[in-house]
């Protein structure tokens, strides 16, 4: 496992005049859980689809894993991509085969045992499941993995809080004992405060800080009142 | 990519279905779409069946109904690349660890071989009207049913033989939305849907003009009417396909805005 798990030179994207990275420098340590923090529009889900390879930079340098992104990358990466949905015609069982088809590292084992813990009926279709039962399955296909780097994007966005607070729970006991790196993106951060040992705040698209939560909390208390302190402006919106 | 897993993702396409706009949509009842559907059948069949019995039908024109089948097709192409962006799964899709053009591909043969379905079940549901016709009034013999069905044969291989290029176009239409070429779709939309047309008007020498209104009495259908240019144009088409989802492969790995 290579001693940084992503690392960012002046990676820029832009659409249109709007620059959703820019210039973005960040190294992100392995085998950490690290929060990917900031309001909406600060290029959090960008970075995201950079690092997976759903969009190209136009102008810098990314590595995940050591290597550029793509497909081959990919292997080795379980992602939830932001607002995602899941196919609506499948059962949860039907998802899990997906998974198991499709995703390197996937046990089909340890998802049933996560759909079990999450309380999810395995014969049930998506299209009859609640939004916060829907991430649920979607947080299983990234859980169920093997894979050095987990990357979760805006998990909790849309879900109702008692379904929030049993995905947040169970991502604290899955991944408090796993050697995987994770990232977690979110604008939300009441209930994951205690989730991230590792803190990228970004807005407008750079880096404002980055380094372990510890210190983080040392220097300004709280991660709600980071929050409030950095993002003055969004957060009186 | 092992040839397993090619097939599991041929299957998951085949199988994809669904769409949360739709069942965001007020619910209508599985009973009323049935109902729907039984009151169309029953216009149509009837229609056909009033002017059986009058002696008008000229069975083999039967297959006018499938005429629209072309642009069906380019739009379940279109379609099934639309549905991952409907319905926000296009993040796990375009992020399973195969080359896009293989992620691609495997689509497109979903969407064919639903097409190879659709046209074996409309062959055998007509081909099974005009034989009870046939049965039950006399102006229809059975030497009419083997023109029918001759006909019938002649049409839809035309259908599945162009249709791998016009699933293709109809997929790269929907791609080109969500790419850096978008700009360019309205004057796509233009060349593909009056390409469309061109189908119907390749020239008599390669297409018979009359295959469908012949078939009765003295003029029976014959066994593939067409002249040795049209295996040359479908063979290009098959060709064009190739280079259609290559380009698809390469605009969804380069050109992808999201």
Known sequence: MTSTIVECHQLTKNYGKKKALNE???????????????PNGCGKSTFFRTLTGLVRPDAGRIEVLGKPPGW????????????ARWYPSHTARMALEWGNSFLPGFSMERAIQLCDYMDIDLDMRV????????????????????????????????????????????????????????????????????????TVMMKEGRAIWSGSTEDLRAEYGSLRDVFRKMYMKEWNK | MDSAVFRNLVRHEFRNKGSWRKQSRIRV??????????????????????FAINNELQINSIWYVTMGFPYMVFFWGFGTVKREWENDTYGW?????????????????????????????????????????????PAYSLTDVGSFMIAGIDWLTLVAGFSPLIISLGMMMSIIQNTSLRPISPV??????????????????????????????????????????LPIVMGVSWILTYAALRFQGYLLEKKLEI
């Open chain 2, 29 to 50: 009842s599985r009973g009323w779409w049935l109902a729907y559907f039984l009151i169309i059948l029953t216009a149509v069949v009837g229609t056909m069946t009033y």
């Open chain 2, 93 to 137: 899709w375009l992020t399973m660890p195969f080359p896009r053009a293989e992620l691609i591909t495997a689509k497109w043969l979903g969407v064919w071989l639903k097409l190879l379905l659709g046209i074996v079940f409309a062959f055998v549901l007509l081909s099974a009207y005009v034989f009870v016709l046939s049965l039950a009034l």
């Open chain 1, 127 to 198: 299209r009859g499941m609640s939004r916060g039962q829907e991430a649920r399955i979607m947080l299983i296909l990234c859980l169920a993995r093997d894979v050095q780097l987990i990357v979760l994007d805006e998990p909790f966005t849309g879900i109702d809080v008692i379904s929030r607070e049993a995905i947040v729970a169970s991502l604290i006991d899955y991944l408090e004992d796993s050697e995987q790196s994770v990232l977690i993106s979110t604008h939300d951060i009441q209930e994951v405060e205690g989730l991230f040992d590792y």
């Open chain 1, 72 to 83: 081959q990358n990919n292997r080795d990466i379980a992602y939830l991509p932001d607002r």
């Open chain 2, 188 to 229: 796509l939309w233009v060349v593909f849907m009056s390409g469309l047309s061109l189908l119907f008007q390749l020239p008599d020498s390669v297409i018979s003009e009359s295959m469908l209104q012949e078939g009765m009495g003295e003029y029976q259908a014959e066994w593939f009417p067409y002249s040795w240019e």
């Open chain 1, 24 to 38: 973005l420098e960040v190294a992100i340590p392995a085998g950490r859980i690290t929060g990917i923090l900031g």
